[in-house]
């Protein structure tokens, strides 16, 4: 049986029992002079952004859209060894030679030999702009033993295309950042917002460096203003002074409002972008608006009323109405009669304590923000709490949440999953 490797990252991984315990995200191999590439194993991406291997060895089977392994796992966090390539992150777009032509590596393959054992047995390659792939054998083909310095994007990009944002930023994270600065470099602007909204910052600061300022900016545009102002918080004054004059005025406008509330409070959280309406419109109107497939689910549970102007900061906050409360209703019935009289808006100098404690208190996804002057100027979520609470680098030392702080789930340290006892490599990466 062959498997194209890039067909790979995604596929969810499952356990004898039938249960996922996470998803492909690369393969390691081990490149042999004179020899076709061992493969070790998987690189798998456990709850939450945890990546571990999963040694060949474990895998009983691999089908189309799914990977079943014995039910051994280790859960130490992966660490890539300097004798290891991963197959996706640095072998993809290589470019490599075929009879003394330059070609560019688009997938490769791998194939059991014997039971158990994996290798590398096929590469396919384009050349030019055509990209129109043609496969060979991985003995026809020389230049793998290194990475160029321009090495492309194209091909890895393919292969995370079908990926949320947050887990591709996840993928990226875990590249050489070389070749995560090529990828994000690589990606349309909007795209590249959607992950730099979900890498660490440290990243984000990175990619952002190494793009022209006029680049930089529209991709701030693209970003929500509540994350564009985290970024820019981040940059020092100057460069962040710079790609706001670069900006459209009309795009800056609500990321300046929120530059200077402090990180720790309502007003350096919320988003000043909510679902608002006017009073008159119909409930009809209200769910047409977060019907809205770019809104995320924490944005379109509520629906904000205010007199005009309904953008940021708006007339008087009237109040809000959710989402339940909508879908009980007439579609012609206005909105001015279906507010929550309940809930009381927060202000922007709230601490994330206060803020925390109020969400919890009446089991809110979000909370109008509202300043003295009786303005809506924003909307605090769960997320945008949650973001702020956790460390500043969850995302690359995300604990397993089991609450032990070992990382296998099970309290004893062992760093194993309580599915089978390994060994730190496996047993099989050493070959």
């Not at 929120?258 to 720790?264: E, K, N, S």
């Amino acid at each position: 049986m062959q498997i194209f490797v890039a067909r790979l990252p995604g596929t969810p991984v499952f356990d004898p029992a039938g249960d996922k315990i996470g998803r492909v995200r690369d393969v390691v191999v081990g490149l042999r002079i004179g020899r076709r590439p061992t493969v070790h194993g998987l690189v798998v991406e456990v709850q939450p952004r945890r990546r571990v291997f999963l040694p060949i060895t474990r895998v009983r089977r691999i089908e189309a859209g799914s990977v079943v392994f014995t039910g051994r796992l280790n859960m130490r966090r992966f660490e890539q060894r300097g004798t290891e390539t991963l197959v996706v992150g640095e072998m993809l777009d290589l470019e490599v030679r075929l009879a003394d032509q330059p070609m560019t590596v688009y997938d490769v393959a791998m194939a059991e030999v014997k039971p158990s054992a994996w290798e590398i047995t096929k590469v396919a390659l384009y050349k030019g702009r055509r990209r129109e792939p043609r496969t060979v054998d991985w003995s026809a083909v020389s230049g793998f033993d290194k990475l160029q310095k321009d090495q492309g994007a194209a091909g890895l990009i393919a292969a995370f295309e079908a990926l949320r944002a947050a887990d591709m930023a996840s993928a990226l994270h875990e590249l050489p950042s070389k070749r995560r600065i090529e990828i994000a470099r690589a990606l349309n602007n909007d795209r590249l917002a959607d992950v730099l909204e979900e890498l660490p910052p440290d990243d984000q600061i990175d990619i952002l460096d190494t793009l022209e300022p006029e680049r930089a900016a529209d991709v701030l545009e693209e970003m929500g203003p509540d994350d564009a102002a985290d970024l820019l918080h981040d940059l020092p004054a100057e460069q962040a002074a710079k790609l706001l004059a670069l900006m459209e005025p009309r795009e800056a406008a609500p990321v300046r409002r929120l530059l200077p509330y402090p990180d720790d409070s309502a007003g350096g959280v919320m988003t000043s972008e909510p679902v608002i309406l006017p009073p008159t419109a119909t409930v009809a109107e209200a769910l047409a608006h977060i019907r809205q497939q770019d809104l995320t689910p924490a944005i379109a549970a509520q629906v904000y009323v205010t007199r005009s102007p309904t953008e940021t900061p708006t007339g008087t906050f009237l109040g809000v109405s959710h989402f339940q409360r909508l879908l009980r209703e007439r579609p012609s019935t206005q909105l001015g009669t279906v507010l929550d009289p309940s809930i009381d808006p927060i202000r922007p100098n709230f601490t994330l304590r206060q803020v925390t404690y109020y969400m919890a208190n009446y089991n809110l996804v979000a909370a109008p923000v509202v300043d003295g002057l009786g303005r809506l100027v924003g909307a605090v979520t769960v997320d945008d709490v949650l973001d702020h609470l956790l460390p500043e680098d969850w995302r690359a030392t995300a604990d397993d949440g089991d609450g032990d702080g070992d990382g296998d789930g099970d309290g004893d340290g062992d760093g194993e999953s309580d599915a089978g006892i390994d060994d730190q490599d496996g047993g099989d990466r050493d070959d």
